[in-house]
């Protein structure tokens, strides 16, 4: 079982930025795959950032939107990842998950409970 926190989310001032943080309990950290999604009012949830565990390297990958304007990293000694967010727009105003899966005979699939981030001035 892993649990995943999120923080670091508010208001902030379009062009201006946040760094989310997504701490997780349990053990095998480093092997799961980790991902940011985020779901705005009256929309799907969307992946907005992914990092992969340490067998496959930790490849990134990221929505077109967000591309050259996020940062996803992870810390494995720490059991967090993270989403730093620059040149932030309105349209990146939603709610932001963590989430956590692994795939093996099982599939593992964990979520947090969001927080959210406003882009306003």
């Known amino acids: 079982q892993v649990q995943l926190v999120e923080s670091g989310g508010g208001l902030v001032q379009p062009g201006g930025s946040l760094r989310l943080s997504c701490s997780a309990s349990?053990?095998?950290?480093?092997?799961?795959?980790m991902g940011w999604y985020r779901q705005a009012p009256g929309k799907q949830r969307e992946l907005v950032a992914g990092?992969?565990?340490?067998?496959?390297?930790?490849?990134?990958n990221y929505a077109d939107s967000v591309k050259g304007r996020f940062t996803i990293s992870r810390d494995n000694a720490k059991n967090t990842v993270y989403l730093q967010m620059n040149s932030l727009k309105p349209e990146d105003t939603a709610d932001y998950y963590c989430?956590?899966?692994?795939?093996?005979?099982?599939?593992?699939?964990?979520w947090g409970q969001g927080t959210q981030v406003t882009v306003s001035s």
């Open positions: 989430n956590a899966r692994l795939q093996g005979a099982t599939l593992y699939d964990y």
């Open positions: 990092i992969a565990g340490i067998t496959r390297g930790g490849i990134t």
């Open positions: 349990g053990s095998l950290f480093s092997l799961y795959a």
